[in-house]
């Protein structure tokens, strides 16, 4: 064998070393940190270098990570602006308005079929904190609605509580387990979801508790016991609220 062809098999050699060292190493698993968003709340986030955190719309935090697709919006009605609640839940009401129910694990969330997106509202009435998640990888977004934390000192008991994302009071099967944990939450200015009415769960935003369903007509309904109830016809394109129809004036608080 001459000397041409020895280095030739020599080079095939190393790159086929190099290849399978390359492929043993490469590792596609999305790696997490824990974020703190406020004081009473954090979550598990992937670990990026295309994020940012900016405020927005009286007071809710955006942090927009581009290298994973992800959107996270927070805001704590306890110690912010009202209107910065008020304005989260229509961010979230124009993604429900375009997107079908689904379910991760056993939390709702909604699904836009036409961008690939999916949305999590998430938080705890205890704390106070409103959460939302949007990205397109739903194990991503089950991984983070899962690993949501919340802190509330106990001042009866003179002891910090925590609650893990297995306790989202704004998930309907959930939220027994909150009102269950032995917590004051008459503290607050939420309602105790044990007067809650079955079918009702935690919007998120203090005492505003709903419930949603579609009737025969695809029309999209949303009760509240504490506010106005909305109706969404996606189909026709129009919105309703307490049976009046207000489509033009409910568009304009997205332009």
Wanted: net charge negative; glycine share 6%; proline share 2%.
């Amino acid at each position: 064998m001459d000397l041409r062809r020895v280095l030739l098999v020599l080079l095939v050699i190393v790159v086929v070393l190099a290849t399978s060292f390359f492929l043993l190493g490469y590792d596609e698993t999305i790696k997490y940190e824990r974020v703190d968003l406020t004081s009473t709340s954090s979550i598990e986030m992937p670990i990026s270098d295309q994020s940012t955190n900016t405020v927005i719309n009286n007071g809710i935090n955006l942090i927009n990570d581009t290298q994973h697709d992800l959107t996270v919006m927070y805001f704590n009605s306890e110690q912010g602006n009202q209107v910065a609640a008020v304005e989260l839940e229509y961010i979230r009401n124009d993604f429900v308005a375009n997107s079908v129910q689904d379910t991760l694990g056993n939390q709702t969330v909604w699904h836009n079929e036409e961008n690939g997106t999916y949305m999590a509202f998430i938080g705890n009435h205890i704390t106070h904190d409103n959460i939302l998640i949007i990205c397109k990888d739903p194990e991503m977004l089950e991984h983070m609605i899962a690993s949501a934390r919340y802190e509330y000192f106990n001042e009866e008991t003179n002891s910090t509580e925590t609650f893990n994302g297995e306790n989202q009071s704004s998930n309907a099967t959930n939220t027994s387990a909150v009102a269950n944990t032995g917590v004051d939450s008459t503290r607050s200015n939420s309602s105790s979801s044990r007067n809650v009415p079955d079918g009702y769960y935690w919007s998120g935003q203090d005492a505003d508790y709903i419930r949603e369903y579609d009737d025969s007509n695809g029309v999209h309904h949303i009760d509240r016991l504490n506010g106005p109830n909305e109706a969404i016809d996606t189909v026709n394109n129009k919105h309703y609220t307490n049976g009046v129809e207000d489509t033009e004036a409910y568009n304009k608080d997205f332009n």
